[in-house]
């Protein structure tokens, strides 16, 4: 089971982009998934959450600008991105918490899971 992301790129501020994170494998299920960011020299900071019922969070400083959803028939998360600013300049990951899958003979469960993590660069 792994986590694919893509969709990052360079663009000016006041544009757009939209991220997906799509989860390979023979997946059952996928609870939380989130995006994070991690900037240079910073820590990694959550941006957004949806839970499996479909209710999302975003941090306060994208608020407005971002949105989250899921689409579980492709086991994939997006992230919508508008009027970026130069400070989402960051390398963005997606997560899932947990993740039910099928083996050949049961299924199970694996914990905190992330993607390879797509660049986003957003010029002034």
């Known amino acids: 089971v792994q986590l694919q992301a893509s969709g990052g790129g360079l663009v000016q501020a006041g544009e757009s982009l939209k991220l997906s994170c799509a989860a390979s494998g023979r997946i059952a299920s996928i609870n939380t998934l989130a995006w994070y960011r991690q900037a240079p020299e910073k820590q990694r900071e959550l941006v957004a959450f949806i839970t499996i019922g479909g209710a999302t969070n975003l941090a306060d400083a994208v608020k407005g600008r971002f949105s989250i959803s899921r689409e579980d028939a492709k086991n994939t998360v997006y992230l919508q991105m508008n009027s970026l600013k130069p400070d989402d300049t960051a390398v963005y990951y997606c997560?899932?918490?947990?993740?039910?899958?099928?083996?050949?003979?049961?299924?199970?469960?694996?914990?905190?899971?992330w993607g390879q993590g797509t660049q986003v660069t957003v010029s002034s």
């Open positions: 997560n899932a918490d947990r993740i039910r899958y099928y083996t050949d003979t049961r299924s199970s469960t694996i914990y905190n899971v």
